[in-house]
């Protein structure tokens, strides 16, 4: 166990349909890392946020968007949804700005059909 | 967190034999550099890092490898067990504050 605990683990929708993932960090981590892991592309980022606020963006559509609450646990909204959204999210945590790495959670796969 | 499935080159080694992971990273400003394991049904986990000011690091059964002049970093991986057989990613930091740019993966499968 990571520390970084992600729900659900697999998640199935239908095309147009809106989903939200959720993640809570390792306790003590300030910052919350999105990642999308489909088959050709490897992990690519898509957003940070550190204690609240958003602190880096990446290659994420305009219909996904995210947020950081409070108690620092995150939530990726992913809407409109289309079969080529199909892929594995991370989501990952550091204590501070990441420079030393991150912590994974185990992802959740996503199945739009 | 499966990554079966995903398009990547593979590597098949024999147990016990040492196995070499290669991968070419992208920004001559990256100033360090992790690797990542990933197996079935989990997430990347790191394994071992290097800063920008070596060439070389060891840990336990494992090497990386910076060569900055041609931009590429290797993995080591002596006695290469079953235990091993995982989805190895490099990753490289150009600054603080900036997010981890992974590479594409390479495969690793240890045949018993």
């Known amino acids: 166990d990571s520390g970084v605990t992600q729900t659900p683990k697999h998640l199935i929708t239908a095309t147009g349909q809106r989903v939200t993932l959720r993640c809570s960090p390792r306790?003590?981590?300030?910052?919350v890392y999105w990642y999308q892991q489909s088959l050709d592309q490897g992990l690519q980022f898509l957003i940070q946020y550190y204690n609240g606020e958003e602190r880096a963006k990446g290659n994420i559509l305009e219909r996904f968007s995210a947020q950081q609450f409070p108690d620092l646990h995150s939530e990726l909204n992913l809407s409109s949804l289309e079969l080529g959204d199909s892929a594995l999210y991370f989501c990952?945590?550091?204590?501070?700005?990441?420079?030393?790495?991150?912590?994974f959670g185990s992802g959740t796969r996503l199945t739009v059909v | 967190g499966e990554s079966v499935g995903l398009h990547l080159p593979t590597l098949s080694v024999q147990e016990g034999d040492n196995s070499i992971i290669n991968c070419a990273y992208s920004n001559s400003a990256s100033d360090y550099f992790i690797w990542y394991k990933q197996e079935s049904g989990k997430g990347p986990q790191f394994i071992i890092d290097i800063r920008s000011n070596m060439d070389k690091r060891q840990g336990q059964r494992v090497t990386v490898l910076l060569n900055k002049t041609v931009k590429h970093l290797s993995l080591q991986i002596a006695a290469t067990q079953p235990g091993d057989s995982a989805v190895y990613f490099c990753?490289?930091?150009?600054?603080?504050?900036?997010?981890?740019?992974f590479g594409k993966g390479t495969r690793l499968s240890v045949i018993a």
């Open positions: 990952a945590s550091s204590a501070t700005g990441g420079y030393y790495g991150y912590t």
């Open positions: 990753a490289e930091n150009m600054g603080r504050n900036t997010p981890l740019v």
């Open positions: 306790s003590g981590d300030l910052s």
